[in-house]
């Protein structure tokens, strides 16, 4: 009975401390929601841009073009034989998720559906001046410029390639965007973090410091230093919580907001890849964490009992 009125004295001391400090709870909250909200938004545009590389793999493909005559070169090889062990060498190559063989006389048909409009130019044109061709789609994991330079490289020693077309530009490109913004949420969220805790910090010291003495006379009562540091404890755990809270109506409103402006082709990094309740939790998790982390910071070096 004790330990539990002790127990609620200590929260609603807590909870004093919040309305005896307003305003500097108020900012130390502030800080929590704008750090934990701009840490997400950079969560949340690399989790959906690294989607959307993984999705490219379904678009991410290497055609290599056939020498004439070189699928029946073996003596009795048939075209289908030829088609069907040059499949089987590819597909063993590392990465390879599909591989597909296109015909003279498919990729023509395929040229004549690209060029409906002027089929005129096609008008006594044979489909024997298109090379054949395997066309080889990799996967997910595989469609970085060095996956892909090493199918190019290992298909080059093939004998009846002719030619390969690739293009890893793309790739290039969003792959340094991704480590760039890899390493740009670590950093920012090491920063935002060591200010958020620096914050709280020194928001507990100053209640402390205005509480100094009432701290003395429970002291000299003989208090336990438990009971003397959890209200402190309880104000930094409050504000991390509020600000979690803050943080998940800013992040509400800025999508809202964000995808006015922001152009059609492009909304797609602010999806939200996690429900509305796993956000809304991890961002109350995020703010306990910085306050209480704060909190015993504070206490270590301010509070000595």
Do not use: C
């Not at 090889?77 to 390879?96: D, H, R, Y």
């Not at 296109?102 to 089929?119: G, P, R, T, V, Y």
């Not at 789609?137 to 970085?144: E, G, P, R, W």
């Amino acid at each position: 009975m004790i330990r539990s009125t002790a127990l609620i004295y200590t929260v609603i001391d807590g909870l004093r401390g919040l309305r005896e400090n307003f305003v500097t709870t108020v900012l130390s909250s502030l800080t929590v929601a704008f750090a934990l909200a701009i840490f997400s938004i950079f969560i949340i545009v690399f989790i959906n841009l690294n989607s959307f590389v993984e999705g490219m793999g379904d678009r991410t493909h290497i055609v290599a073009y056939v020498k004439d005559g070189a699928l029946t070169a073996k003596k009795g090889a048939t075209a289908e034989k030829g088609v069907a062990g040059v499949k089987a060498s590819i597909e063993a190559l590392p990465g390879v998720r599909s591989v597909e063989y296109i015909s003279k006389k498919e990729a023509f048909n395929i040229l004549k559906e690209e060029m409906q409009d002027n089929l005129t130019l096609l008008e006594g044109v044979s489909p024997d001046i298109l090379p054949a061709s395997f066309e080889i789609k990799l996967t997910a994991d595989h469609i970085t410029p060095k996956d892909i330079g090493l199918v190019v490289a290992a298909l080059k020693k093939l004998r009846w390639v002719e030619d390969i077309q690739h293009g890893t530009e793309w790739a290039e490109r969003f792959g340094a965007i991704l480590g760039f913004m890899e390493a740009a949420a670590i950093f920012l969220g090491l920063f935002l973090g060591a200010a958020t805790i620096f914050i709280i910090s020194n928001t507990i010291r100053l209640a402390v410091y205005a509480r100094r003495d009432e701290i003395e006379i429970m002291r000299y009562l003989g208090a336990p230093g438990i009971y003397i540091k959890t209200p402190f404890l309880i104000e930094g755990l409050a504000e991390g919580i509020i600000g979690g809270a803050v943080a998940m109506v800013a992040l509400f409103f800025g999508d809202l907001v964000l995808g006015i402006y922001i152009p059609p082709d492009l909304v797609f990094i602010l999806n939200n890849p996690f429900s509305p309740l796993l956000l809304f939790v991890l961002l109350i998790l995020g703010g306990l964490v910085l306050g209480v982390v704060g909190s015993i910071f504070s206490l270590g070096r301010f509070l000595k009992v």
